[in-house]
């Protein structure tokens, strides 16, 4: 495996590749890597001549008070798990490579549509920042495909419009939430909780479990959508949202829909958990 920490040596790595006539998969990350980012390399591997995984904190993606200052920030392990993963190139760079003119008045790129609800409503810029970084790495490394794991479903639609809107020419494929034994979604945050926390967090996973449940039972959504917030609120959760929408878009759901997707949003001690999964009703 290659480590590069400036956008010259990546982009010349990457010409190189494209001069051999190689394909290329993209994998950003923030680093703090686990099982759920090795499985989005080991897909890239399957699916790709070359690999490259990046490991970036991008600051603007976080608010004010947000974690930026606590991220773990752990390039050794994580370049070690990498290459025993089989990985061709980490890009690892440093602020002043991806924020030439620093960061305030700096060039944005915004997907309006879905950036203001769910998680975009309680992280304000959020979604605008990730949307930027990822842009720059979609430029400096135009790969053929880039992988994103569902956890992070609203970012994943929040990629995909971007990829369409600004007619870059690749592939963006969504890849299965990865999760431990208790069924709690695999996040470098959990780290972030105590041992007391970690064995009630799974109740993430169950409460969307149970409202998939109610959903198929024909429950109506608002009364699922609430009695599931109480839930987590009573069991100690700072729940930001508990929400059932439309899976493609994120829209609220009409009465003709059938493909829905169950996303939740809370707090747990000093963490914030996501999580969702998909129903489909269509039979
Ligand atoms: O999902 C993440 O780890 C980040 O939001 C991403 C896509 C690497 C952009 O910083």
Redesign the pocket.
């Known amino acids: 495996m290659e480590t590069v920490f400036d956008l010259q040596q990546l982009r010349e790595k990457v010409r190189q590749w494209r001069r051999e006539g190689l394909t290329i998969a993209l994998v950003?990350?923030?680093g703090n890597l686990h099982a759920g980012h090795i499985s989005l390399l080991e897909r890239a591997r399957e699916i790709a001549d070359r690999t490259v995984v990046?490991i970036?904190v991008?600051p603007i993606?976080f608010g004010r008070g947000e974690d930026y200052e606590r991220y773990p920030s752990t390039l050794e392990a994580d370049s070690e798990k990498l290459s025993a993963a089989g990985l061709h190139l980490l890009f690892a760079p440093n602020l002043g490579q991806l924020y030439p003119g620093g960061m305030e008045d700096d060039t944005r790129v915004t997907v309006p549509q879905l950036s203001n609800i769910l998680c975009g409503a309680f992280r304000p810029g959020h979604f605008s920042g990730?949307a930027t970084?990822?842009t720059k790495l979609f430029i400096n490394v135009a790969p053929d495909k880039a992988l994103?794991?569902e956890k992070?479903y609203q970012?994943l639609l929040v990629i995909r419009r971007l990829t369409a809107d600004l007619c870059f020419p690749i592939e963006i494929i969504g890849m299965p939430i990865i999760r431990e034994a208790d069924g709690l979604a695999m996040s470098s945050r959990n780290g972030y909780l105590s041992e007391e926390e970690r064995s009630r967090a799974p109740l993430i996973n169950q409460s969307l479990r149970s409202a998939a449940e109610a959903l198929k039972a024909g429950g109506a959504i608002t009364d699922i959508e609430r009695e599931h917030t109480d839930k987590l609120a009573a069991a100690g959760f700072r729940p930001e949202y508990f929400s059932i929408r439309r899976l493609d878009d994120l829209a609220l759901p009409g009465p003709a829909d059938k493909r829905f997707a169950i996303l939740v949003a809370a707090w747990l001690g000093s963490a914030r958990l996501i999580d969702n999964i998909h129903v489909d009703l269509g039979g």
Do not use: E
């Open positions: 950003p990350t923030m990046s970036f991008n993606q990730v970084v990822v994103f794991g992070d970012q």
